[in-house]
T-cell receptor
Framework: GQQLNQSPQSMFIQEGEDVSMNCTSSSIFNTWLWYKQDPGEGPVLLIALYKAGELTSNGRLTAQFGITRKDSFLNISASIPSDVGIYFCAGQLDNTDKLIFGTGTRLQVFP | GAVVSQHPSWVICKSGTSVKIECRSLDFQATTMFWYRQFPKQSLMLMATSNEGSKATYEQGVEKDKFLINHASLTLSTLTVTSAHPEDSSFYIC???????????FGPGTRLTVT
C-alpha cells in the first residue's frame, strides 16, 4: 500500500533538545495528522492540520501543513523522557476518510 | 472524550481456528470504523473501512473472505480472522470517526499470535 516518507527514521537526542521531523508525499492531501504511538498501544492524535500553510501548536508541539499540500513537519521543543515513542504522520485523501500513514520516526530521549 | 476500546488486548490461537476482535467507541457514535494491521517495526497499513449497516470496503490485497468485518451498530465493529495462519500474527488496530470531522481515534490494539 501507499505510504508517506518520513525523516529521519530515528533520532537519539538529549533531554531538553528540540526535535524536528518531516513527512513528504508525491500526492496532495487535504488533511495532515500527527500521531504518537507507544510500544504495544494504538496511536494517539497529537495535531490535526486542515489548511495549506496552517501552523498549529499543542503545548510543546508545533506542526505545519506545507503550502504545496504535499508535506508537513512536526517540531517538539524542550524534549522530555516521556516524548519517547514513534511519531507517525498521516495524510487524508481528498474526499475520503482514508488515512495514509508515514513510515514513522522513532524518538529516543536520553536524560 | 473520543475513547475507543478493543477486546481482547492480546490473543493466542492455533493455526486453522478463527478469532474475533471487537472495537467499540465508548463516548461517541462512530459512523465509520477502520481496521489496520501493523507488523513489528512497521507502519500501520489500512485493511478495510466499514460504515455502519453496510458492507466493508477492503484495500487491495486484503482477502475479504479471510478478514470478516461487521459494523452492526454505531458503537461496535468486529474483525474476524478466519482460518488463521502464523503469517496472520500481527498487531491489529481499529480506529473510529464520528463523521463530524475527519479525525480518527484509535483503539489500543490487539496482538494476535497464531501458533
Amino acid at each position: 500500500g501507499q505510504q508517506l516518507n518520513q525523516s529521519p527514521q530515528s533520532m537519539f537526542i538529549q533531554e531538553g533538545e528540540d526535535v524536528s521531523m518531516n513527512c513528504t508525499s508525491s500526492s496532495i492531501f487535504n488533511t495532515w495528522l500527527w500521531y504518537k504511538q507507544d510500544p504495544g498501544e494504538g496511536p494517539v492524535l497529537l495535531i490535526a492540520l486542515y489548511k495549506a500553510g496552517e501552523l498549529t501548536s499543542n503545548g510543546r508541539l508545533t506542526a505545519q501543513f506545507g503550502i504545496t499540500r504535499k508535506d508537513s513537519f512536526l517540531n517538539i521543543s524542550a524534549s522530555i523522557p516521556s516524548d519517547v515513542g514513534i511519531y507517525f504522520c498521516a495524510g487524508q485523501l481528498d474526499n475520503t476518510d482514508k488515512l495514509i500513514f508515514g513510515t514513522g520516526t522513532r524518538l529516543q530521549v536520553f536524560p | 472524550g473520543a475513547v475507543v476500546s478493543q477486546h481482547p488486548s492480546w490473543v493466542i490461537c492455533k493455526s486453522g481456528t478463527s478469532v474475533k476482535i471487537e472495537c467499540r467507541s465508548l463516548d461517541f457514535q462512530a459512523t465509520t470504523m477502520f481496521w489496520y494491521r501493523q507488523f513489528p517495526k512497521q507502519s500501520l497499513m489500512l485493511m478495510a473501512t466499514s460504515n455502519e449497516g453496510s458492507k466493508a470496503t477492503y484495500e487491495q490485497g486484503v482477502e475479504k473472505d479471510k478478514f470478516l468485518i461487521n459494523h452492526a451498530s454505531l458503537t461496535l465493529s468486529t474483525l474476524t480472522v478466519t482460518s488463521a495462519h502464523p503469517e496472520d500474527s500481527s498487531f491489529y488496530i481499529c480506529s473510529a470517526s464520528s463523521g463530524h470531522t475527519y479525525e480518527q481515534y484509535f483503539g489500543p490494539g490487539t496482538r494476535l499470535t497464531v501458533t
